[in-house]
């Protein structure tokens, strides 16, 4: 299975966002998120959401907000920057890293919302949207077809660190 770890974007943030977007063609909004790590093949959700739902309780909650915004892999794909506790942010994603082990993907860990490709994208300059309680993480099975198809398998709330 193709897996990753993510924190969901809600559902306010999500339509702030569209909205500052002001038509332009986008990735599905209700799959848009934070992604924490990239997983190979896994053959072990269970095995995996095990250690998730340990590092999601030692980590307090924390404030973000999506801000500003760039393009990456050439003209074609707009990202969202993120703002707010980003030490806390950076730490559960260390910590959610540790935990996939050799199947994680690890590349720097840059917090960012993809939510275009294809096509041309501009920078969301002076972006700022509405702050958040991150409370949770997701383990999502993402199955690549035309589009990418995302199922959230478990959610794991965050506990009291």
């Known amino acids: 299975m193709r897996l990753f770890v993510s924190v969901p974007l809600p559902a306010r943030q999500?339509?702030?966002?569209?909205?500052?977007?002001?038509g332009r063609a986008t990735t599905r909004a209700d799959q848009w998120h934070l992604a924490l790590a990239f997983l190979a093949d896994h053959d072990d959700p269970e095995g995996l959401a095990e250690g998730l739902r340990r590092v999601a309780a030692g980590h307090r909650p924390f404030r973000l907000n999506v801000e500003g915004g760039g393009t990456f892999q050439g003209p074609g794909v707009l990202w969202a920057?993120?703002?707010?506790?980003?030490?806390s942010l950076r730490r559960l994603a260390s910590d959610v890293a540790a935990t996939c082990g050799a199947a994680a993907d690890l590349k720097p860990f840059r917090p960012h919302v993809t939510v275009a490709r294809r096509g041309?994208?501009?920078?969301?300059?002076?972006?700022?949207?509405?702050e958040w309680t991150v409370g949770s993480i997701?383990?999502?099975h993402s199955v690549?077809?035309?589009?990418?198809?995302?199922?959230?398998?478990e959610r794991f709330s965050l506990g009291t660190g």
Do not use: F, M
């Open 144 to 153: 690549l077809t035309r589009t990418a198809e995302h199922e959230v398998l």
């Open 138 to 140: 997701d383990l999502v």
């Open 14 to 22: 999500r339509h702030h966002l569209l909205a500052a977007l002001g």
């Open 120 to 130: 041309p994208a501009s920078v969301l300059t002076g972006y700022q949207g509405p």
């Open 81 to 87: 920057g993120v703002a707010g506790d980003l030490a």
